[in-house]
Every structure is written in structure tokens, then in C-alpha cells.
């Protein structure tokens, strides 16, 4: 059973494109979207995240879309740099007491210089 | 800032062996968590711990697990009788009442010989 479809699994960008990740999940009773970062060797950290009210939030060159409807919300990193290679995540949080993040398989993202 | 550490951050044992991973969350912080990662793989939830005790635990977590905050600071993970399957990268994440932001630890690789 999975419950979060991440993709795609890998992605090679060149400095200054667009990266964009998607992700889709089944349950509607999630209730936080967060996407996570992680560095070799490193836990992962927030990145971003998102309510299910709002349709969008940015924060600097990270925005997140959310399709509320479509099940689906997707991570776009606008100039992306060498810094940004990393591995993502989404990890969407059930809703109500149910605090535990459930895990897409992750995106392997290499930024060339 | 404040932040989430664990030890050690590599943890070799025997097969059958007991280990003990060690966590310490964010002080303010009320719910505590444990994932693992294996090798090149997706994160997957453990157990959650709140007001001393078990709020959810996942299939993984079976009668070789079990979690205990023997103290004010300290958040530990014990597998009883390490199996190879249980070779990975264990994390721990907390986070308070008022955010649901999951800080995480860097991690404890535990390999099982």
C-alpha cells in the first residue's frame, strides 16, 4: 500500500532551470504537506510546507503547489543551483492527532554547473 | 538554534545482539518520533511517544522494539535482538504543541553484522 506516489525518482537540472518534483497521495484526511531536504549523510530538514487551504505558498526560490481536488502537490525550485543537490521528499502528515509523516520514495535532484 | 542530536552516529553490533540508540529532542518539545531509512530507500515511521507513552507505532515496531524517555532529556530506541534487516539509518524527530514542523535528528547508521 502506498499511500505517497513521488516523482520522479531522479532529476538533472542545469544552473538556473526549474526543478519540479510531484507528489500524490490517497489519503484526504492528511493535513500538513511538508517537503524535506536531506544532504548526504544528513537528516532531513523542512524545506517547505503547506496547509490545505491555500493553493500555493512560496518562500524565496521554493514554491509549493497544492491541488487540493487532484490529490496532488508538487515542489518547484526556480534557479536552481549546485547547492540545491540533494535528495527531496515529500512526507505528508495524517491529520488530526495522527502526527506521523508518511514518506515518498524521494527525488534524487543533481543541479550541474 | 536549537536542534535534535542522537548517538553515536554509527553503531556496529552482532546479529542477535541488543543496541541502544540515544536521542535527544528539543527541549520544549512534547511528541517524539522515530523513523529508519534503509540504504537508498524511502523513510518509514517507527513510533511516536507523547505524555510517556506509545501514541501510534507502525508494523515495524514489533515486540524486539521499544522506546523510553528515562529522564527529562533523554529519548532512547532499543531493538532487543538485532536481526540484518534492521541495518539503516535510524532518526529521531520531535516537535511541540504549537508547531508540527518535525525537527530531526542527523541520524544513528546501526549495521548488523
Known amino acids: 500500500q502506498q499511500q505517497v506516489k513521488q516523482s520522479p525518482q531522479s532529476l538533472i537540472v542545469q544552473k538556473g532551470g526549474i526543478s519540479i518534483i510531484n507528489c500524490a497521495y490517497e489519503n484526504t484526511a492528511f493535513d500538513y504537506f511538508p517537503w524535506y531536504q536531506q544532504f548526504p549523510g544528513k537528516g532531513p530538514a523542512l524545506l517547505i510546507a503547506i496547509r490545505p487551504d491555500v493553493s500555493e505558498k512560496k518562500e524565496g526560490r521554493f514554491t509549493i503547489s497544492f491541488n487540493k481536488s487532484a490529490k496532488q502537490f508538487s515542489l518547484h525550485i526556480m534557479d536552481s543551483q549546485p547547492g540545491d543537490s540533494a535528495t527531496y521528499f515529500c512526507a505528508p502528515k495524517g491529520g488530526g492527532n495522527n502526527r506521523k509523516l508518511i514518506w515518498g520514495l524521494g527525488t534524487s535532484l543533481a543541479v550541474n554547473p | 538554534e536549537p536542534e535534535v542530536t542522537q548517538t553515536p552516529s554509527h553503531q556496529v553490533t552482532q546479529m542477535g545482539q541488543e543496541v541502544i540508540l540515544r536521542c535527544v529532542p528539543i527541549s520544549n518539545h512534547l511528541y517524539f518520533y522515530w523513523y529508519r531509512q534503509i540504504l537508498g530507500q524511502k523513510v518509514e515511521f517507527l513510533v511516536s511517544?507523547?505524555?510517556?507513552?506509545?501514541?501510534?507505532k507502525s508494523e515495524i515496531f514489533d515486540d524486539q522494539f521499544s522506546v523510553e524517555r528515562p529522564d527529562g532529556s533523554n529519548f532512547t530506541l532499543k531493538i532487543r535482538s538485532t536481526k540484518l534487516e534492521d541495518s539503516a539509518m535510524y532518526f529521531c524527530?520531535?516537535?511541540?504543541?504549537?508547531?508540527?514542523?518535525?525537527?530531526f535528528g542527523p541520524g544513528t547508521r546501526l549495521t548488523v553484522l
Open positions: 524527530a520531535s516537535d511541540g504543541d504549537a508547531h508540527i514542523e518535525q525537527f
Open positions: 511517544f507523547y505524555n510517556n507513552e506509545i501514541s501510534e
